[in-house]
C-alpha cells in the first residue's frame, strides 16, 4: 500500500484544514486507517482513527472535538478535517494503514506510513 497524503499548509489560529490520504496498490476497506502527527523535538503522537467501514473512530484527547477523521473507501482516501486550529497543532502530520479492520492509537500497529505534510498554526 502506498499513501499519499495531502492537504497541509499554513493557517491562523482558528482556522481550518482537511487533510487527505489517497491510497494506491490496495483497496482501503480492509484496513483501519490512522492519522499521527510529529513536532520538532517530540516523539510522533497519535490524532485519530478509523475502522475499516468508518463506523468507529477513536480522537486523542487534545484534538478531540476539533478535528474530525472520516473515509470515502470508494475513493480510497481518508481524510481528517481540522476545525480551530491552534498554533500547538504544528507539526508533520502522517496518515497511516493497518492491516485489519479495527482501531488502534499506537504507532507500531501500522503497516504502511504516508510522507507526512506539514501543518503549521500561526498565532
Known amino acids: 500500500v502506498q499513501l499519499q497524503a495531502s492537504g497541509g499548509g499554513l493557517v491562523q489560529a482558528g482556522g481550518s484544514l482537511r487533510l487527505s490520504c489517497t491510497a494506491s496498490?490496495?483497496?482501503?476497506?480492509?484496513?483501519?486507517m490512522g492519522w499521527f502527527r510529529q513536532a520538532p523535538g517530540k516523539e510522533r503522537e497519535f490524532v485519530a482513527t478509523?475502522?475499516?467501514?468508518?463506523?468507529?473512530?477513536y480522537y486523542a484527547d487534545s484534538v478531540k472535538g476539533r478535528f474530525t477523521i472520516f473515509r470515502d473507501n470508494a475513493k480510497n482516501t481518508v481524510y481528517l478535517q481540522m476545525n480551530s486550529l491552534k498554533p500547538e497543532d504544528t507539526a508533520v502530520y502522517y496518515c497511516a494503514a493497518k492491516a485489519g479492520v479495527s482501531i488502534s492509537t499506537t504507532t507500531g500497529s501500522y503497516d504502511y506510513w504516508g510522507q507526512g505534510t506539514q501543518v503549521t498554526v500561526s498565532s
Open positions: 496498490g490496495r483497496t482501503l476497506d480492509r484496513y483501519a
Open positions: 478509523i475502522s475499516g467501514s468508518g463506523r468507529i473512530t
